[in-house]
């Protein structure tokens, strides 16, 4: 609360504001910490149920959910789990799935569909940073789309939403500023501790009126709101000041090295493993996750397995487009030229050991 702790506050809102100017995001949105992107998404589709079901003349605190209008979801079938599970916390159910193309990005066409197939309050929930391939969902021309139906729009970025910090790489996050709220994680692309996550809304007010609290005994300053009226928590540690710490440190110029440098590992390391025997790239590496095959998926499986064994690099296993892949996700910033050598020869050790 402000009037408790006036430095820590001061300390989360300069972060706050660093990381919308850094991410090219309005500046007058709001910015609140939570865990993690699960609960950023919560957060950012919870001030959409409340805003599209006020504009359709529903008292949400009032009345609840029983009884009013179904909202719509509309989420590409490639969407990250997380979003259902925020969806289902909201008691908004299932959400209608829109076909994407093969690197997982929604399809502008099945979209405007699905737009068109209903009326109402509507949500659209879009992607930057697909879990598999790292692919960015055509955002400008998916908002238009989405806005000219009414919809409030919500970008799941909990990793992508950072290449909007490169000069280089910002070009995929074109349009996204134009979006409703939006969902990242500090804990993954920043490196700040676990557990942290961003949750970012356009217009102060949805996010208060989804969130906020009052209590007599709770004593609330003079200004724009305490950071409880952002977050699903009243208590929780100070988020914030890791983050503000980590970018007062890095600078502008840092983040953007740091964000770029773990876009180029990962484009090394496909170029590697793909110059191993019997291996696959199967995404269009744009920013920071790779997907790898080894023929059937019984080799791919074992080849993960001893890739793992090998205790040289964490590489996960997983299922993309009815395969068995070897995913990579580069995250951590000490990560360097030496280890991503010692990554791709652990990879060459273990498709050669089968």
């Not at 009037?3 to 300069?14: D, H, I, L, M, Y």
């Not at 908004?92 to 109402?120: F, Y």
């Not at 919809?151 to 070009?171: E, I, Y």
């Not at 961003?198 to 009126?209: E, F, K, L, Q, T």
């Amino acid at each position: 609360m402000r009037f408790a702790t006036p430095g820590t506050v001061a300390a989360e809102e300069a972060a706050a504001a660093w990381l919308l100017d850094l991410l090219g995001l309005p500046a007058g949105a709001a910015v609140g910490f939570v865990t993690g992107a699960t609960m950023a998404n919560f957060t950012g589709l919870a001030a959409g149920r409340q805003a599209v079901l006020a504009e359709h003349g529903w008292d949400l605190d009032r009345l609840g959910l029983t009884g009013a209008p179904r909202v719509r979801v509309l989420v590409g079938e490639e969407r990250h789990g997380t979003v259902d599970l925020a969806l289902r916390y909201l008691g908004l159910g299932e959400p209608t799935l829109v076909r994407a193309d093969a690197e997982g990005r929604i399809r502008l066409d099945a979209l405007a569909e699905a737009l068109s197939a209903g009326s109402g309050p509507t949500i659209v929930c879009l992607q930057a940073g697909n879990l598999h391939s790292g692919a960015f969902d055509p955002l400008r021309a998916a908002i238009a789309l989405a806005k000219r139906h009414d919809a409030w729009v919500h970008v799941d970025g909990a990793f992508g939403l950072w290449a909007g910090a490169s000069p280089r790489l910002r070009g995929l996050v074109d349009g996204h500023e134009t979006a409703d709220s939006w969902a990242t994680d500090a804990h993954k692309t920043l490196n700040v501790p676990y557990d942290c996550g961003v949750a970012i809304v356009a217009r102060p007010r949805a996010v208060r009126d989804a969130m906020g609290m009052h209590a007599s005994y709770l004593v609330h300053a003079e200004g724009p709101g305490d950071p409880l009226d952002r977050v699903p928590e009243l208590s929780r540690r100070a988020r914030g000041v890791p983050v503000w710490a980590a970018l007062r440190s890095l600078g502008r110029s840092g983040v953007a090295d740091l964000v770029d440098g773990l876009a180029n590992h990962a484009r090394t390391i496909a170029d590697g493993i793909a110059t191993v025997d019997g291996a696959e790239i199967l995404n269009d590496v744009v920013f920071t996750q790779v997907c790898a095959a080894f023929g059937d998926d019984r080799t791919t499986r074992a080849v993960t397995s001893r890739l793992l064994a090998d205790r040289t690099a964490w590489m996960s296993g997983s299922r993309w487009r009815q395969r068995e892949v070897l995913r990579v996700s580069v995250s951590n910033w000490s990560t360097d030229a030496h280890d991503v050598t010692r990554s791709v020869d652990a990879v060459r050790r273990a498709a050669a050991s089968l």
